[in-house]
């Protein structure tokens, strides 16, 4: 249950202009012509300005003031995504955006790559507009640099991944459970030679996704093979070349477990290259397009990315709309869909 928040909590508004004037020591005009690139300023001034810019983390307003409503709002939302061009990606987007619509606010969004430097770029040119509030699938260990917009008031929504260093809401899928569940579906239909094609380690839901794995294994008295378990996988290709060197060893595993779905994609590869797509099991973590089409259809663990996108545009709103609740983490469930690859037959079936 969402715990009150004491009233004396109080947001500090953010530095202004004749705030980084005052402490440079120079005029308002001269600070706008550091701030705007403009010439005509001794070296000395624009090093002042741009020392009271960092200490104060100042960041200019850049956005037109007939887009702003009332209060100071920008009428949108900034939306700091992991890769838009993935169907996870795409459908939280999708969702955020049918939520704003109702509500007629833009959403603003960006790819982070896995990139800790193009995160805190995008969320520093977004907050630069004064986005009313940001949703963000962090690629960086710690998100304490976005401190200052939080005590500022700007409503903060973490999605996929936990926030480090941050008190703000998250909204999660349950990894580990979601894993666990694919391994005990694996074990169910004969198999205990099952590997395990992770994405980057450094990604706190692939760490999830490989403990829920192990521990569903354990359950059943079953140890992997060391030689079984490939991490750091993040595209088909380095996903089709693993699964490549595992399935033409002298004792390949008779099921894959591949943690995300570009993982999946680039073993399905490898699988159908070899001819082994109707002898070899296999299950992903997170759903894609046409997979109910292959021969045979893909078994996967579903995230919810729309429920994701709902759940995090809820908050974000009733954060906008003045409710106030200690940040606490919410988990959406996962679903696994039985297509045929999954249920292939291992050598310990009953």
């Not at 109080?10 to 308002?28: E, I, K, M």
């Not at 949703?135 to 996929?160: E, H, I, K, R």
């Not at 205990?192 to 403990?211: K, N, V």
């Amino acid at each position: 249950m969402d715990g009150a928040v004491s009233n004396s909590t109080v947001a500090r508004a953010r530095p202004t202009l004749r705030d980084v004037a005052l402490l440079a020591g120079v005029s308002t005009k001269t600070a706008s012509r550091v701030i705007n690139g403009e010439p005509g300023v001794s070296p000395s001034k624009i090093t002042a300005v741009q020392r009271a810019i960092t200490q104060l983390d100042y960041r200019p307003n850049f956005t037109a003031s007939s887009l702003r409503r009332a209060g100071g709002r920008s009428a949108a939302i900034a939306a700091v995504l992991e890769d838009l061009a993935n169907p996870f990606s795409s459908a939280l987007h999708r969702a955020l955006e049918d939520a704003a619509r109702e509500r007629e606010v833009l959403i603003f969004a960006g790819s982070v790559d896995e990139s800790p430097e193009r995160e805190r770029d995008l969320v520093r040119a977004f907050t630069m507009r004064q986005a009313d509030a940001l949703v963000v699938v962090p690629a960086s260990d710690n998100q304490s640099y976005l401190m200052g917009d939080v005590n500022a008031g700007t409503p903060v929504v973490f999605v996929d991944r936990p926030p480090v260093g941050l008190p703000v809401d998250a909204v999660l899928t349950d990894n580990h459970d979601g894993a666990a569940a694919a391994a005990h579906h694996l074990v169910r239909h004969g198999h205990r030679d099952i590997a395990y094609l992770g994405d980057l380690q450094t990604i706190s839901t692939a760490r999830q996704r490989f403990r829920g794995f192990k521990e569903a294994l354990s359950d059943h008295g079953i140890r992997p093979d060391a030689a079984n378990i490939v991490h750091d996988l993040h595209t088909e290709r380095d996903s089709e070349e693993a699964a490549r060197r595992l399935l033409t060893r002298e004792s390949p595993p008779t099921a894959l477990f591949t943690s995300q779905n570009l993982v999946t994609i680039g073993a399905i590869r490898a699988l159908q290259q070899l001819g082994r797509q109707q002898q070899v099991a296999l299950v992903g973590f997170d759903d894609f397009p046409l997979a109910d089409l292959l021969q045979p259809g893909v078994t996967v663990v579903a995230q919810n990315p729309s429920e994701m996108g709902r759940v995090a545009a809820s908050l974000i709103f009733r954060r906008l709309d003045g409710e106030q609740w200690r940040p606490r983490t919410h988990l959406v469930p996962t679903r696994l869909i039985a297509r045929g690859s999954g249920e292939i037959a291992g050598p310990h079936r009953d």
